[in-house]
């Protein structure tokens, strides 16, 4: 299935290597990267922290079902050092968020709807936030928000995150 997207972030360690090493995981373990887009830097969302985030959003295509694909990948977070405070859909099971080595959010699966304790899909902030809305606007502008009826470039355009995002390497 395509239409599958994920967003990497870090902001502790050698970010780039980290996320580096997630896209290589990504594709023994969890699927095809089909398209990726550059890597962009922004300053941490809903916390303070002096070290900006470096992101990426991938399109993959994968035959696991939105629950293996989640398993694979809190199994890459964790081979790459990630302890993880929240639950597997990036809701806070303590208040707050904070800096972290290894981040990976599927954001959309196709056009499927998933609603577990363990996993939301869509994402359910991703039109909240301009690091994630920047990098998938980059290479799907045209997908459709499955319940926002919108599409990437409209969300974006909406889109009220004051924080800056700034393309750090381009693919």
Known sequence: MKEIFLLLGSNMGDRR???TRSLEMI????????????????????????????NQVVEIST???PALLLEQLLTIETRLGRIRPFDGCGCSVQEGYSSR??????LFYG???????????PHPRLHE????????????????HPLLKKTISVLLQECRD??????????
């Open 17 to 19: 290597e980290l996320l």
């Open 27 to 54: 594709s023994e373990k969890a699927g095809t990267i089909l398209q990726r887009s550059a890597i962009y830097e922004s300053e941490p969302w809903g916390f303070e922290d002096d070290t900006p985030f470096l």
């Open 129 to 144: 936030r301009k690091f994630t809305l920047v990098p998938l606007h980059e290479i799907a502008p045209g997908f459709i």
């Open 63 to 65: 035959e696991l079902s």
């Open 101 to 106: 080595n290894i981040d990976i959010d599927i």
């Open 111 to 121: 056009q499927k709807l998933v609603f577990t304790e363990q996993l939301m899909i």
């Open 162 to 171: 004051p924080l800056k995002v700034m393309v750090k390497e381009c693919e």
